[in-house]
C-alpha cells in the first residue's frame, strides 16, 4: 500500500478509517502501529510482572535459607514441599526470570512498544511498510510468551539450565529435569520468538529507510529512531545466529547428534554421542548473546535522550557524536563476544583480541554518558516522572557500565566470571538501565499511546522505590562477588567464606520485595489513567518531534491531512531569539526568522542571504 | 467535595473491614468439619461479589477527582485477593491455618500501606488546592521537591559507596596466595580507583546538574548543541586510560595462560575430574604422570574411567583434598565427567572451566600456606576452598572440595597415606580381563 493512497484517504474521511472496525479487528488482529505497540507493552508489562514475581520467590530463599514458608506450598505445590523451594525449581525461577527479562520485557516489550509507537510517528510515516508482517511479529511474540509460561505446567518442570542453556546441561534430560520437556518448550518459545524479531526487524529497517516523511533526511531524525534503526540491525544479523544455535540443540536432544555432545558418563551412563564440543553452542549463543545486551540497551539510550533533551529544554548536546557513538557500539557488539568465554579453555590469544575489542567499546558508551550530562549542564530541567526515569537510566548505566571494565579484563574476568560480581554488573548496565529507559519512554509516550496523562504523583512514588529498590539490591552485589561468591547458588549455607552475607542477602531481599510492591503504584497508574487518566493536550511535553503534531485521538493514518514536512532537526529547544522555548520539526524556518542562525542552512546561499537581509532590516545581528 | 472525601474515606474502610474478616474466614472454617468449609467458601464468594460492588461504588464516587487512582490501588488488590483466598481455601487443605492468616496479615499491612499513601496523596491534593485557591500556588513547587530529593540521592549515595567500600569491602576483599594473584590484585585495584572516581565524579555532575539546574520561573536553558573540542577530549581521555589497562591486562593474562614449555613439564602434574555433584582429584604418583582416561571405560568400581592398559596409571593417587605444596609450580589439568562444570578457587584466583571432551589447564604457584593464612585471617578454622561455578544441576551450590596448601615435607607425609586409584579388586580384574584378552589373541594367532 502506498502512502499516497492512504493519505489520499485520511484526507477525505477525516479521522474515519475506510475499513469498517471490528473489536477483533481493531483489538486483537490489528495492523495499526499504535495498536500493535499497546499489545506489545501490556503483554511486556505482564511478562515483567511474571518474571519478577519469580525473582522474588528466589530472593525468599537466598535470604531465608533455613525457613520454611508454607504459603509457598499453596502456590508452587510440590515444587516448593514443606515451604522451601527445591533447589532444581531455584534453577528454573533464575532460567525463566532471566529469558523472560531478557528476550520477552526487555527486547520486545521494550524494541516491539517502541519501535511500533514511534518509527511511524516520528519520520512522518502512515504506518509500517508491512503492517501485516508487523501483525505477525506481536502474535509469534505473544505464542512464544503462552508456551514459555505453559513449561510451567510441565511434569518435570520449566526449563533450568540458566538462561544461556549451555549444554550437555540442557541437553542430556538426565542430569536435570528441567532439561526434559521444559526444555523443549523453552527451545521451542525461543525460536518463534526470534522469528518475531526478524520480522519487527525487516520492517523497521525497511520503514526507517524508505518511508521517511519529505525533508526528514537521515541526519534530521531524532536519536530514538537511530537508536531503532540499528538496534534492527543488530537483531537482524544476531538472531539468526541463535536459531541456528537452538536448531542444532533440538537437533542434539531429539534425533541423536553430537553437535555439541561428547565424551559423556551422564549419572553413570556412558552416551554415544561423539566429536561435538559444547563450546561451539557457547560460540553461536554468545555471538547473538553480546550483540543482545545492546539490543536491549540501545533503544534504552535513545529514548532516554530524547527525554533529558526535552525536558531539559537545551539540544541534545553533541548530536552527531550521540549517533556516530550508536554507529560505533553497533559495529563493535559484534566482536566482543568472547569476552563471555574466557575461562572456557578456548585459546588464550584469542582471548587477549577480545579484551582488546571489549574495551574499546567502552569509549563511545562513555562518550554517551558524558553527553547526557552536558546536556543537563546549564538546562532548565523539568520534573516529569519520565525525566526523573531518564536520570536513573544514566545513572545506572554509568555505574553498571565501570564495572564492564573489569570483566572486560581477560585477567580480572578469571576471579570475576560467574560470581555475583557478574550478576550485579548486568542487572545494572542492561536491566535496570532498559527498564529504566523503557519506563521513561512509557511516562513519555503515554499521552500518545492512550491519549491521558498519568498520575505524576504516583510517578514520583513508583521512581523513588524503583530507583533505591535497584541500587539496594544490586550494588550489595558487587562485594560477594569479589569475595567469590558464584551466581545460580542456591544456598549460601555450605560454605563458611559466604555465611557472612546472609545478612546483605537479607536487605537485598526485602529491599526487592519494597521495590517489587511498587511496582503496584505504577500497574495502578499504567491501567487506571488508561480509563480515569486526565484528557492529554495534543503536545503536553512541548516536544518537537513529529508525533506531537497527531491529534489526541487515533486513527489508522495518523495524520488526518497532509503528513507534515520537516525543516529543522528534532533539538530547538531554547533557541534564542525564540519566543518559546521549543520550535516543531515542522516549522519552517522562514517562520522563525528572529531565531535563525546561519548555520542552519548548511551552507545555502540563498537562505543565507535572505536571513541576512532579514536581519540587518531588523537590527538582528546574526553570527556568522 | 467534602462529600466526596467522606465517600472515599468510607469505602476504603469498608473495603478493609471486610478483607480483614476474609482473613477471619478460612481460619474459621478450618476449625469446623468439611461440610462447613463448603459453606465458608461459599459466603467468602458472596462476600467477594460484595466488595466488588464497593469498588464499583468507589469508583463512581470518586470519579472526577484528580488523583482517584489512588484508591483504585487499595480496592484492586482487595478484590484480587479475596479472589485468590476461596480459591485456595477449597483446594488445599491439609496447610495449617495458621499459614493463611500470616498470609492474610501481610496482604492487610500492605493495604494499609496503600491506604496510609492514598490518604497523604489526597491530603497534598487537598494542600495545593487551597493554595490554588488563594493563588499562592507555586507550580514549579513539586519540581524543585524532585530536585533537592535527587540532592538527597546523591548524598546517600555517596554514603553508601563509602559504606559500602569500608565495610563490604573489607568482608569481601582477601589478598591473593599465589604468584600470578598478585598481579591480578594490584591490576585490581587500579582498576577500582579509576572506575570508583569516575563513578563518583560523574554522579556528582549527574545528580548536581540536576539540581542546579532545576527549572525555574523566566528562566531560559542555554542553548548549546555541541562543542567538538570537549567531545574529543572525552572521546581521547576515556581512550587512552583504557589503552593503559588494555595493555596492562594483555601482557597479565598472557604471562598467566602462555607458559613456556619447560616449566609445564617442571610442573606438579593435577588432574581434576568434576561430575555431578563432586570433584575427583588425581595426582600422578611416584613416575610424576598420569595415566590416561578414556570415558568408555566407565564402571561402577572405575567411576573414574581410568585405562589401566595405560601403566602410568596403575601408581595413579586419589587425593581426598587438594594439598599443594607451597612455592612449587602446580599444573592442573581440569576435565569432566558429565556436563560443563568450573574449577574456581577464589583465594587463588584460579578458574577455568571443566568441559567435557576437552581438558584445560591452569599453572599457577601458591604462595602462603593454610597454617599462615589462618593466623593471617585470625580464624583457625580457616580453608582455601574450591568451588564449582558453571550452573550443573541441583547440588550445584555444595560442589566443593578442600584445598589445603602445606610445606613441602606435609605434602610429601601426605601423599603417602592416600590411596590409589589401582585398587585390589580392580587389579584383580584387571588380570582376569587381560588373560582373556590374551586368550583370544591367541586363539586367533593360531
Known amino acids: 500500500m502506498s502512502s499516497t493512497v492512504i493519505s489520499h484517504d485520511a484526507a477525505h474521511h477525516g479521522s474515519h478509517d475506510h475499513h469498517h472496525e471490528t473489536f477483533l479487528t481493531k483489538y486483537i488482529f490489528s495492523q495499526d502501529h499504535k495498536m500493535i505497540a499497546k499489545q506489545f507493552l501490556i503483554t511486556g508489562i505482564i511478562m515483567a510482572v511474571f518474571a519478577m514475581l519469580l525473582s522474588i520467590l528466589f530472593r525468599i530463599q537466598l535470604a531465608w535459607p533455613d525457613k520454611d514458608f508454607p504459603i509457598l506450598e499453596v502456590f508452587l505445590g510440590k515444587w516448593a514441599e514443606g515451604g522451601r523451594i527445591k533447589p532444581e525449581f531455584f534453577l528454573s525461577l533464575v532460567t525463566i526470570h532471566g529469558t523472560m527479562m531478557v528476550f520477552f520485557v526487555l527486547t520486545a516489550g521494550l524494541s516491539g512498544t517502541f519501535s511500533n509507537l514511534l518509527i511511524p510517528y516520528q519520520i512522518g510515516a502512515r504506518d509500517m511498510a508491512s503492517p501485516f508482517m508487523n501483525m505477525l511479529s506481536y502474535w509469534f511474540f505473544f505464542i512464544a510468551c503462552v508456551i514459555m509460561i505453559a513449561s510451567f505446567f510441565v511434569e518435570s518442570g520449566p526449563a533450568s539450565a540458566g538462561w544461556t542453556i549451555y549444554p550437555p546441561l540442557s541437553a542430556v534430560p538426565t542430569s536435570i529435569s528441567g532439561s526434559g520437556l521444559g526444555m523443549t518448550l523453552w527451545l521451542i518459545s525461543m525460536t518463534l520468538f526470534i522469528a518475531s524479531q526478524v520480522m519487527g526487524g525487516v520492517n523497521y529497517i525497511s520503514t526507517i529507510l524508505n518511508m521517511r516523511t519529505k525533508g526528514m533526511d537521515l541526519w534530521r531524525m531524532p536519536l530514538t529512531i537511530w537508536s531503532f534503526f540499528l538496534t534492527a540491525i543488530v537483531g537482524l544479523l544476531s538472531f539468526p545466529v541463535l536459531v541456528s544455535a537452538v536448531v542444532l540443540l533440538i537437533f542434539d536432544r531429539s534425533f541423536g547428534t553430537s553437535f555439541y555432545l561428547s565424551d559423556l558418563v551422564v549419572q553413570g551412563q556412558i552416551l554415544p554421542n561423539e566429536g561435538g564440543s559444547p563450546i561451539l553452542f557457547q560460540h553461536l549463543f554468545w555471538f547473538l548473546g553480546h550483540p543482545e545486551v545492546y539490543i536491549v540497551v540501545m533503544p534504552a539510550l535513545g529514548l532516554t535522550s530524547e527525554v533529558i533533551s526535552t525536558n531539559s529544554r537545551k539540544p541534545i548536546f553533541g548530536y552527531h557524536a550521540m549517533v556516530y557513538s550508536l554507529v560505533g557500539i553497533t559495529v563493535l557488539s559484534f566482536i566482543v563476544w568472547g569476552h563471555h568465554m574466557f575461562v572456557t579453555g578456548m585459546n588464550p590469544f584469542l582471548g587477549g583480541v577480545f579484551m582488546i575489542t571489549t574495551l574499546i567499546i567502552a569509549v563511545p558508551s562513555a562518550v554517551k554518558a558524558f553527553n547526557y550530562i552536558a546536556t543537563l549542564w546549564r538546562g532548565n530541567i523539568r520534573f516529569t516522572p519520565a525525566m526523573l526515569f531518564a536520570i536513573g537510566m544514566v545513572s545506572f548505566f554509568v555505574s553498571g557500565g565501570v564495572t564492564g571494565i573489569f570483566l572486560g579484563n581477560a585477567a580480572l574476568d578469571i576471579n570475576l566470571h560467574d560470581t555475583y560480581f557478574v550478576v550485579a554488573h548486568f542487572h545494572l548496565v542492561m536491566g535496570s538501565a532498559s527498564i529504566f529507559g523503557m519506563l521513561c519512554g512509557v511516562y513519555h509516550w503515554y499521552p500518545k499511546m492512550f491519549g491521558r496523562m498519568m498520575s505524576t504523583k504516583l510517578g514520583y512514588l513508583h521512581f523513588w522505590l524503583t530507583f533505591l529498590g535497584a541500587y539496594l539490591v544490586f550494588f550489595p552485589m558487587h562485594f560477594m562477588g569479589i569475595d567469590g561468591v558464584p551466581r545460580r547458588y542456591y544456598a549460601f549455607t555450605e560454605f563458611p567464606f559466604m555465611e557472612k552475607w546472609i545478612s546483605v542477602n537479607i536487605l537485598v531481599t526485602w529491599a526487592a520485595i519494597v521495590a517489587g510492591l511498587g511496582q503496584v503504584a505504577f500497574l495502578v497508574n499504567f491501567f487506571g489513567s488508561i480509563w480515569r487518566g486526565k484528557k492529554a493536550t495534543q503536545n503536553p511535553w512541548k516536544s518537537n518531534t513529529l508525533e506531537w503534531t497527531t491529534p489526541v485521538e487515533h486513527f489508522h493514518g495518523n495524520w488526518p491531512g497532509e503528513i507534515p514536512t520537516v525543516h529543522r532537526w528534532p533539538y530547538d529547544y531554547s533557541k534564542p531569539g525564540h519566543d518559546e522555548d521549543f520550535i516543531p520539526q515542522d516549522v519552517p524556518y522562514s517562520h522563525t526568522m528572529s531565531s535563525n542562525s546561519y548555520h542552519d542552512f548548511e551552507g545555502d546561499e540563498e537562505a543565507i542571504a535572505i536571513q541576512r537581509a532579514w536581519n540587518k532590516e531588523n537590527n538582528r545581528s546574526g553570527e556568522e | ?446
Open chain 2, 1 to 446: 467535595m467534602k462529600l466526596k472525601i467522606n465517600n472515599r474515606f468510607r469505602s476504603i474502610l469498608g473495603c478493609l473491614l471486610l478483607t480483614s474478616i476474609f482473613f477471619a474466614g478460612p481460619v474459621l472454617a478450618f476449625q469446623q468439619d468439611t461440610v462447613v468449609v463448603d459453606t465458608t467458601a461459599g459466603e467468602e464468594t458472596s462476600m467477594a461479589v460484595g466488595v466488588e460492588s464497593v469498588v464499583a461504588d468507589t469508583a463512581t464516587s470518586v470519579d472526577g477527582i484528580a488523583n482517584g487512582a489512588d484508591s483504585t490501588a487499595v480496592v484492586g488488590t482487595s478484590s484480587g485477593d479475596t479472589a485468590n483466598a476461596s480459591s485456595t481455601a477449597a483446594e488445599v487443605k491439609q496447610i495449617d491455618p495458621q499459614v493463611y492468616k500470616d498470609f492474610f496479615y501481610y496482604v492487610l499491612l500492605f493495604l494499609v500501606i496503600c491506604t496510609v499513601i492514598a490518604v497523604i496523596g489526597k491530603v497534598i491534593s487537598i494542600y495545593e488546592l487551597t493554595h490554588k485557591m488563594n493563588g499562592r500556588y507555586n507550580p514549579l513547587a513539586g519540581n524543585t521537591l524532585q530536585a533537592v530529593l535527587l540532592l538527597l540521592f546523591l548524598i546517600f549515595f555517596l554514603w553508601g559507596v563509602y559504606y559500602s567500600y569500608t565495610v563490604w569491602g573489607n568482608w569481601s576483599w582477601r589478598d591473593a596466595v599465589t604468584e600470578h594473584g598478585e598481579k591480578i590484585d594490584t591490576m585490581f585495584i587500579i582498576t577500582t580507583v579509576i572506575t570508583t572516581f569516575v563513578m563518583i565524579v560523574v554522579h556528582i555532575l549527574l545528580l548536581g546538574f540536576a539540581y542546579i539546574y532545576r527549572m525555574r520561573a523566566n528562566s531560559k536553558a542555554y542553548f548549546y548543541p555541541h562543542n567538538d573540542t570537549i567531545e574529543k577530549i572525552w572521546t581521547i581521555v576515556p581512550a587512552v586510560v583504557l589503552t593503559v589497562l588494555v595493555l596492562f591486562g594483555f601482557f597479565t593474562w598472557r604471562t598467566i595462560t602462555s607458559i613456556p614449555e619447560d616449566l609445564q613439564k617442571s610442573a606438579l602434574q593435577v588432574e581434576v575430574l568434576g561430575e555431578q555433584f563432586m570433584w575427583r582429584v588425581r595426582y600422578p604418583g611416584s613416575d610424576g604422570e598420569i595415566g590416561k582416561r578414556n570415558y568408555k571405560l566407565t564402571t561402577a568400581e572405575n567411576p573414574y574411567g581410568i585405562d589401566f592398559n595405560d601403566k602410568n596409571s596403575w601408581d595413579d593417587i586419589s587425593g581426598e583434598h587438594i594439598v599443594l605444596p607451597v612455592g612449587r609450580s602446580v599444573r592442573f589439568h581440569i576435565i569432566s565427567k558429565d556436563i560443563i562444570h568450573s574449577f574456581y578457587i577464589p583465594d587463588f584466583r584460579v578458574q577455568i572451566n571443566a568441559v567435557p571432551g576437552m581438558t584445560n589447564y591452569f599453572q599457577f604457584t601458591p604462595t602462603v600456606t593454610t597454617e599462615e593464612m589462618r593466623d593471617r585471617m585470625n580464624d583457625p578454622k580457616y580453608d582455601y576452598v574450591m568451588l564449582c561455578n558453571k550452573i550443573c544441576g541441583s547440588a550445584h551450590y555444595n560442589m566443593q572440595k578442600k584445598v589445603v596448601v602445606v610445606t613441602e615435607a606435609e605434602y610429601k607425609q601426605w601423599l603417602s597415606t592416600q590411596s590409589k586409584y589401582f585398587t585390589e579388586d580392580l587389579q584383580k580384574e584387571f588380570a582376569q580381563q587381560s588373560k582373556e584378552v590374551e586368550g583370544i589373541t591367541t586363539a586367533s594367532l593360531n
